[in-house]
């Protein structure tokens, strides 16, 4: 990968210069992250038109590696105000690698309404209008097949759904996936920055193209047969994940005691069988027709925690009906129905709207008495108002601490204003260190790898107290950042992370493929500190200081049920998950 | 809780033994129990073997197969599948540390 192009919106110049030298050993993450922290102006408005939005396949894209298909963006986000790195699966990021292309930035912003087409193939990059008959509240799913009619069956697609055209904080940017379904850079509102430079898509070609060069091609493929036989032989990665998906979690963090529900008042609910992984899966069993218990978001994933959902004749409703947006509306928001809760998937989807966002911002405005708890039919009609949009379709799509703000309410679960997902820190204290403290604003996804060094902490954890969950978060938050930028899905460390072969494995396909000699030490403690550290530096410059790095106050006063814990960490203890 | 209520436990099985429960009948499984026993032992007289179990359950929180269930109390078990981070963050890890199924790999047949 050896482009690095730019497309100023500004001028509507196109400019592919080799990669400079400081980005050559980066992918994924650790670009994006880099790229917005020496480029784009830390105080700059995000939708203005000194911020930049960068895309950049991970380090392993492209390649014969086994979920490798990851694709990173980045900017300042208009949720947070600070740096973001959000990534998704689809298509995008191996055709990317593919042609070369080591990173995509579009920059400035132009004069006048329209929107536009970034057209991607082997050729070079074009500039074109968008077609009208996909903007002004067209859906996504609408938007991928004209798109694919016009450009190729097979092109992958980055678009800025309805959300993203009227530049809501909560949006997302969607990608077609290998079936024409949608994948999500979901959290942050990156959707919000591709639709203030007017672009509504991007379309990505790789016709032509070769393989991606492999410096040691027998190495890289001894690697890649241990690291991918150890995803399948592991009961989480290889057994776990493809038949109940992340919804396993439902029944399990229930137990824990851990489920947030009804807006974070309460850690267990008694409807939880309604919407178990177990549940969805026997329900797509059942129904047959398009159902499917597995799948994968991109091409090369073996781990197929995907699956499609279908309604009660078997026609397609969702697909990657994940955990998180399962509990934020089923359990959070008390809709106790999980076709109702897939159809708001389906629509979250087709709007191009961040649904662990969404969903959180719909219990809140039932907190503030703007919809009726529990109320399937009610959401789903408000969600699709954030495609018209009216002014509580804007006020959803503007997340959940602008809803608490507009319903006058302390109880509001957002970390730099971005809202703390379906995890209960009071009840599982070390993941709040690690919605306090991240740079991304809360979020699950930011502490999720483990490594051997963590096991042998994670001998003492005790979920209620807090004896080693600072070293835990820290040690997550480290080994999360490089796996992110490597373009492998995040659930890789659940199948090797207790496998040191599987480990080296990982490194050696890295090493195999650019000719380097990396360490564990460099490819995953120190690339991810060093990554950490950038963002950390690019918020401090934007304004952020300790006293963001909190919880929302009312965890302090508020016990959770079953357990009755309040979160009790002290300033001085959150802020020395950062002390590295 | 009732004196009725102490002679008998909840039990419920997730991911694969979320199925063989139902077959038992409603969910949660209600079981008479007038005495002590291990979960273990439970799973025993539930015909669970203990290479599907990573941990149990007992109210809420999280113990080897070792420990000791009471009536009244609320059981799950849980196999192994649930994701990396979350089985630290919820403590299987470190209770359970010597069973096979806690962050090892269980071979395939």
């Known amino acids: 990968m050896n482009k690095f192009i730019r497309v100023d919106m500004t001028t509507m110049k196109v400019t592919t210069d080799e990669v ?14 880099n790229f917005v922290a020496d480029e784009v102006k830390p105080t700059c408005h995000p939708l203005g038109k000194n911020n930049k939005i960068i895309f950049a396949p991970g380090l392993l894209s492209g390649t014969t590696a086994a979920n490798s298909g990851r694709i990173s963006v980045g900017a300042k986000s208009p949720l947070t105000g600070g740096i973001k790195e959000s990534n998704s699966g689809g298509s995008f990021s191996q055709k990317m690698a593919k042609l070369g292309i080591k990173a995509l930035v579009i920059e400035g912003m132009p004069e006048g309404d329209k929107f536009y087409i970034v057209k991607i193939d082997i050729n070079g990059v074009t500039i074109e209008e968008a077609p009208t008959e996909i903007l002004g509240g067209c859906g996504n799913y609408k938007a991928i097949e004209v798109l694919s009619a016009k450009y190729g069956e097979k092109v992958g697609i980055a678009l800025a ?7 809501l904080p909560a949006a997302n940017i969607s990608f077609k996936d290998p079936e024409g379904n949608i994948r999500s850079a979901g959290r942050g509102g990156l959707g919000a920055v591709m639709g203030s430079k007017k672009i509504k898509a991007l379309v990505i070609d790789e016709t032509g193209a070769g393989a991606v060069p492999i410096a040691d091609p027998e190495k890289f493929k001894e690697a890649a047969k241990v690291f991918s036989k150890a995803l399948l032989d592991h009961p989480v990665s290889g057994q776990g994940l493809a038949a109940y998906g992340t919804d396993v979690l439902i029944n399990i963090l229930n137990e824990a005691g851990g489920l947030p529900a009804k807006n974070f008042t309460t850690g267990r609910i008694d409807w939880n069988d309604n919407i178990s992984g177990e549940t969805m899966n026997a329900t797509i069993q059942e129904r047959g027709g398009d159902g499917k218990i597995s799948h994968g978001c991109h091409q090369g994933c073996v781990m197929r925690c995907s699956q499609w959902y279908a309604d009660k004749n078997g026609k397609y409703i969702t697909s990657g009906f994940e955990y998180e947006t399962i509990w934020g509306l089923g359990a959070n928001a008390c809709i106790k129905d999980l076709d109702a809760i897939a159809y708001i998937d ?5 709007i191009g709207i961040d649904s662990i966002e969404t969903a959180v911002a719909v219990a809140t405005a039932m907190e503030g008495g703007l919809l009726p708890w529990g109320d399937g039919e009610a959401v789903l009609a408000a969600v699709k108002e954030i495609a018209v949009p009216t002014p509580l379709g804007r006020l959803l799509g503007s997340g959940t601490g602008a809803v608490g703000n507009a319903c006058g309410l302390f109880r509001v679960p957002v970390v730099k204003n971005q809202a703390i997902p379906a995890y209960d820190p009071r009840n599982i204290k070390g993941i709040g260190l690690t919605y306090a403290t991240t740079p991304m604003g809360a979020d699950h996804t930011s502490g999720y790898c483990i490594a051997n060094n963590i096991l042998s902490i994670g001998g003492f954890i005790d979920p209620l107290k807090k004896e080693g969950q600072v070293d835990i978060s820290r040690f997550l938050q480290i080994g999360t950042a490089s796996i992110d930028s490597t373009g492998m899905c995040l659930f890789v460390w659940f199948g090797i992370a207790d496998n040191p072969p599987a480990i080296q494995a990982l490194v050696d396909m890295i090493n195999a493929q650019y000719g380097l000699s990396l360490t564990i030490q460099d490819a995953v403690v120190d690339l991810g500190k060093a990554v950490l550290k950038a963002e950390r530096g690019f918020n401090k410059a934007a304004g952020f200081t300790n006293e963001h790095d909190r919880l929302p106050e009312f965890f302090e006063y508020e016990p959770c049920a079953p357990h009755n814990l309040v979160w009790d960490f002290t300033p001085e203890e959150i802020d020395e998950v950062f002390n590295f | 809780m009732s004196e009725q209520s102490k002679k008998t436990i909840e039990v419920r099985g997730f991911m694969h033994l979320d199925a063989a429960f139902r077959k038992k009948g409603p969910i949660p499984f209600i079981m008479e129990l007038e005495e002590p026993i291990t979960g273990a032992e439970l799973a025993n007289k539930l015909e669970i073997p203990w290479d599907e179990v ?53 071979k395939k047949d």
């Open chain 1, 20 to 33: 400079p030298d400081k980005y050559v050993g980066l992918g994924g993450r650790a670009l994006t992250s």
């Open chain 2, 54 to 106: 990573e941990v149990i359950f007992i109210n809420g929180l999280t113990y080897a197969l070792d420990h000791e269930v009471h009536p009244g109390d609320r059981v799950a078990f849980l196999p192994p599948g649930c994701p990396g981070p979350y089985r630290l963050a919820l403590g299987f890890y470190s209770k359970n540390q010597n069973n096979e199924a806690n962050f090892k790999i269980k």
């Open chain 1, 161 to 167: 759904g309805p959300a993203g055209e009227y530049r």
């Open chain 1, 346 to 350: 389906r629509e979250m989807d087709d």
